[in-house]
């Protein structure tokens, strides 16, 4: 299915507002220039292995002294957000539950923490590296959840052509119903879930 997002103008800090980031559709210089323009203060990593090996740009240690020079912090998150988790409680079939995992203690401690800093005035954006939040865990688990306990989230799609576009969560929801040609919401999350979630091999 295209990717059919509206462009919605969003500049700077917005007061209960999470965003999100895939890095795989942009150059290093580009990504850190879209968390510029956006005044992200802090990016969290939302990757279970927080390196990559065709975008070695992105590796956490040279993310993490390029964003530094931005005056941007960086996190990794792996044990409250990552979608790799060693726990089998939160497998269904070998694959990573987000049903399971949302309710874990170290993933609503992740949540509290987001509201913490939230509290604070950080601006933050969660990344991982898909480039459409429909195939990644930071929209499905991350997004999902942090919407659910009253903070808004707005989705950055960075594509490869240089297109910049934003999506709401609620807009990414209907998107995702249409795609997963689901019923309801929760049946259309379950099946995303079912294609996106990590396996155990």
């Excluded at 919605?8 to 895939?22: A, F, P, S």
């Excluded at 939302?46 to 040279?62: E, G």
């Excluded at 979608?83 to 401690?109: H, P, V």
């Excluded at 297109?163 to 929801?173: L, M």
């Amino acid at each position: 299915m295209a990717l059919k997002i509206a462009n919605i103008k969003i500049k700077g800090y917005n007061k209960n507002m999470i965003y999100t980031i895939g890095y795989a559709g942009a150059t290093i210089d580009r990504f850190v220039q879209i968390l510029k323009n956006m005044k992200i203060s802090l990016l969290i990593d939302v990757r279970s292995i927080p390196k990559s090996q065709y975008f070695t740009a992105f590796n956490n240690d040279l993310l993490s002294k390029t964003l530094a020079n931005a005056n941007i912090k960086y996190e990794n998150w792996k044990d409250e957000f990552g979608a790799r988790q060693d726990n089998l409680d939160y497998y269904t079939d070998y694959i990573l539950d987000y049903g399971k995992f949302a309710k874990s203690q170290q993933f609503q401690s992740g949540i509290s923490k987001i509201k913490e800093l939230e509290n604070k005035g950080e601006n933050i954006c969660l990344m991982c590296a898909e480039i459409d939040p429909i195939n990644c865990h930071r929209a499905i688990l991350c997004g999902k959840e942090i919407f659910a306990n009253g903070i808004n989230v707005t989705h950055i799609i960075a594509r490869r052509n240089g297109e910049t576009y934003f999506e709401s969560q609620e807009g990414f929801e209907n998107r995702l119903l249409q795609t997963t040609k689901a019923n309801t919401l929760s049946d259309a999350y379950q099946k995303q879930n079912q294609k996106t979630g990590y396996k155990l091999t």
